[in-house]
């Protein structure tokens, strides 16, 4: 198993991580549009060691940081997607107000060549950089042949929507619809986190659930899924979540995963969970009270469980 080694440090990179072929681009999500980057370069070098040149944190944090968060994957998560495509160094640059100011000539040269030692790149048709996004495709194609860079433009991957784009499984998620971002990405979305103490009242309500903060993770839309979930030693257990702000017993400040899992005992707290979002079962709402929630939620955990049997195990 190739493990992917992170790079943090552009102006100091080992000499066994110099010569590669690298994927430039965010690749939030590590979706099919960038597993086809990813495979197309290797194709034309595959006698390179496969790389990507990825940035965090994502530009647009920097720029506009008052925005909620947006983020399909997380540095861990990120790598983790692109170990599995068989990519073998991640050079994760910093950027930061300084490095946005940096021009997009300095960037080809100092950075991708000097800094990072590379022989060839490619990047999609929409791949901007430098200050003010200078540079775009055909600059890097003259400067990185100049440079001795051999250089791949990819096509974006379609359907009949349209490139694949982080954006495009982003909106997925925020209008409920994790299946269809799931076929976009090639796998199952999901919330990584650790399990916090809550108010415990899932617990009296007959269904204990382990709480996550969303943190960075981008907020889909608020409301009820059909999961799975992934435990520390790997085990996957089928559950059911809310997402949201629980308008019935809550104060509605901050939104959070609450997921229960079926027939499961033991202690989570402290513990990181990946959720994947499966399906949505209805959108988040207000109850009378407790002994309406708790029925909906006892039809919500038979639904749950219905969808996952159609889906995993196909009966």
Not at 146 to 171: C, H, K, N, W
Not at 207 to 213: L, V
Not at 248 to 261: A, P
Not at 266 to 271: A, C, F
Request: glycine share 10%; net charge negative; aromatic share 8%.
């Amino acid at each position: 198993m190739i493990t992917a080694r992170l790079h943090e440090d552009w102006t100091a990179i080992p000499d066994e991580a110099r010569g590669c072929a690298a994927a430039l681009g965010n690749f939030d999500g590590v979706h099919l549009g960038h597993a086809h980057l990813v495979h197309t370069l290797h194709s034309a070098r595959p006698d390179l060691p496969l790389a990507v040149v990825t940035f965090d944190p994502h530009p647009r944090e920097l720029f506009r940081p008052q925005d909620p968060p947006f983020r399909l994957t997380l540095s861990a998560e990120k790598r983790a997607a692109l170990e599995a495509l068989g990519v073998r160094h991640v050079f994760q640059i910093r950027f930061d107000e300084a490095f946005s100011q940096m021009s997009a000539e300095r960037f080809v040269e100092d950075v991708l060549c000097n800094g990072l030692g590379l022989k060839h790149v490619a990047c999609g048709p929409d791949f901007a950089f430098g200050h003010r996004r200078g540079g775009d495709v055909s600059f890097l194609s003259e400067r990185s042949a100049e440079l001795g860079m051999g250089f791949t433009p990819v096509q974006a991957l379609s359907d009949a929507a349209g490139p694949y784009s982080s954006s495009r499984i982003r909106r997925l998620l925020q209008d409920g619809y994790p299946e269809r971002a799931a076929e976009e990405l090639g796998r199952p979305w999901f919330i990584r986190g650790e399990v916090q103490h809550g108010d415990k009242r899932g617990r009296l309500l007959g269904f204990p659930t382990a709480n996550i903060p969303l943190g960075r993770h981008l907020e889909p839309a608020r409301g009820v899924y059909a999961v799975t979930v992934r435990l520390p030693g790997g085990q996957t257990r089928p559950g059911v979540a809310n997402i949201g702000r629980r308008p019935t017993i809550d104060d509605g400040q901050e939104s959070r995963l609450e997921v229960n899992l079926f027939d499961f005992e033991g202690d989570l707290y402290g513990q990181t969970l990946s959720v994947a979002l499966r399906r949505m079962l209805r959108a988040e709402k207000r109850f009378a009270g407790l002994d309406a929630l708790k029925e909906q939620i006892t039809q919500d955990a038979a639904q749950a469980r219905a969808v996952l049997d159609e889906e995993l195990f196909g009966h």
